[in-house]
């Protein structure tokens, strides 16, 4: 029988919450030197045209056109992009907390993530998270990046429910504290067990 809670939704981050980071600074380094690329011009290419390949204005080959294969290279663009997705891998405690969450609370479940569209469709499909999230709020679906906070409102539309009604996990405390400014109760997720105990102290515990 479903738990009843003055929470009704559940909004998530996925990088730094439920899969490591798809794109991040760790991961390019280490682009960096398994394809002896120079680590400081591919860092300063990235973050001149990262922001508009997370909003969805720019294909993967676009993006790696500009960032990596703007001259010759000894490798192709199907080996760096496989080498991309692969830096993702899950942390199973936090999928399967939401998973138990949502089926012992009947929670409506939300990404609200910055991703860009290819890589956040192979994440999406490689672990599944459809077979547990409602709708996703992606920056390369709805055009718009955290920490603007109408990303926020959207999945707020979509979700139909009042802020009130709404816990956030998020890895970055901006982007917790954006939320918090509409009312949406927020967790800066470091670890699963004091991320459990915050979401036990908004009513929201986990059967053992």
Known sequence: MKKSSSI???FLDIGG???TDG???VSRKLAAGAFDLNPEEMESRHNQVFDTYELGKFTIEEYLNR???YEKRPFTPAQFRKFMFAQSKPYPEMIEL???LKARYGLKVAVVSNEARELNSYRIRKFRLDGFVDFFISSCFVHLRKPDADIFR???DIAQVPSSQVVYIENLPMFVQVAEGLGIRGICHTDYKSTC???ASFGLEVAE
Request: aromatic letters at 10%; glycine letters at 4%.
């Open 17 to 19: 919450v439920l899969l």
């Open 154 to 156: 959207v999945a707020l």
């Open 98 to 100: 939401v998973r138990r």
């Open 197 to 199: 105990a915050k979401l």
């Open 67 to 69: 960032v990596v294969f």
């Open 8 to 10: 009704t939704a559940l």
């Open 23 to 25: 794109w991040g600074h």
